[in-house]
């Protein structure tokens, strides 16, 4: 039932939708952005988390026009956003599987542009494994996303396997420290320790930093003695549709 057949027809049919989580400034929480995490309504089997059908949609390809469908509706949330005065950012997630097509840079420009956006108001985030796993073709593909103006993202950093050789060659803008290192920051001194050589890798790297999972104010307090700019977390909101984003963003303005 969870097949790649249900997947193509559930594109057809809008039974997927996205939620959208906010990543925050340290300190004061102010939202800098979003990520947005696809969910899918099965007609009859009800709600489906990602977790149950990403691999399936990596598997059988239907994962390349997954991407587009999630990137096509984060650039609508963004242009209706943009029409009420509200500028901000929006992450997709990206798998290994979309950078094995030469022609991906190309198609999600055009969808951006189809929508009056510019390319760097989108960041494509990546499993470490994805970015450098069979680096020489990901490493073409990259460039060409980042030519495009695309930010990249590497996400669940300090999970994966990356040199520090290969993060320097690769065209990453941004850093997002894995949840098991953020959630037992305030507790663990590795945990910590880690989190502070990040910092640093990152100040010099020039790149961004985002700590994921951040539940707590012990945790959010850590991060801000630790020198981490960036957070998300359900400390400072769950995953949830852009109508209820929108409304918040608004009263910004
Ligand atoms: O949304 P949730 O917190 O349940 O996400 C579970 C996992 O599914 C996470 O690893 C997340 O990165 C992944 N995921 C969510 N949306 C997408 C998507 O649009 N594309 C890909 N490739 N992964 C996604
Ligand atoms: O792999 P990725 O980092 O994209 O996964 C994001 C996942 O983490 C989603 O399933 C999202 O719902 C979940 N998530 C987001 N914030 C928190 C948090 O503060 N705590 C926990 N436990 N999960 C979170
Ligand atoms: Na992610
Ligand atoms: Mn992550």
């Given at each position: 039932p969870l097949g790649a057949d249900a997947m193509a027809r559930g594109i057809e049919n809008d039974e997927f939708f996205l939620h959208l989580q906010p990543k925050v400034a340290l300190p004061g929480g102010r939202i800098t952005g979003f990520?947005?995490?696809v969910r899918w309504e099965h007609p009859q089997l009800g709600l489906q988390s990602p977790v149950n059908f990403i691999p399936l949609a990596e598997q059988t390809g239907v994962i390349e026009p997954l991407t587009r469908w999630v990137?096509?509706?984060?650039?609508?949330t963004l242009a209706d956003w943009k029409r009420e005065g509200v500028e901000t950012r929006?992450?997709?997630?990206?798998?290994?599987?979309?950078?094995?097509?030469l022609t991906v840079a190309d198609e999600f420009a055009q969808i951006v542009k189809a929508r009056g956006l510019?390319?760097?108001s989108f960041i494509l985030e990546l499993t470490e494994t994805a970015a450098v796993t069979n680096l020489v073709d990901a490493l073409d593909i990259l460039v060409r996303l980042r030519l495009k103006d695309?930010?990249?993202?590497i996400d669940d950093f300090g999970t994966g396997y990356s040199s520090l050789a290969q993060l320097q060659r690769l065209p990453f803008s941004e850093l997002k420290?894995?949840?098991s290192f953020v959630s037992v920051s305030a507790t663990s001194t590795e945990a910590a320790n880690t989190i502070r050589a990040t910092v640093e890798l990152a100040r010099r790297l020039?790149?961004?930093?985002?700590?994921?999972?951040?539940e707590t104010e012990t945790v959010e307090r850590t991060l801000i003695d630790l020198g981490v700019p960036h957070a998300q977390g359900y400390?400072?909101?769950?995953?949830?549709?852009?109508?209820?984003?929108?409304?918040?963003l608004r009263q910004r303005v």
């Open positions: 990520e947005a995490l990137l096509g509706r984060a650039a609508d929006i992450a997709v997630n990206v798998s290994a599987r979309n950078l094995m097509s510019e390319c760097s695309f930010a990249l993202s420290i894995d949840r020039q790149l961004d930093l985002v700590a994921e999972g951040v400390r400072y909101g769950r995953p949830e549709p852009a109508e209820v984003w929108g409304p918040r």
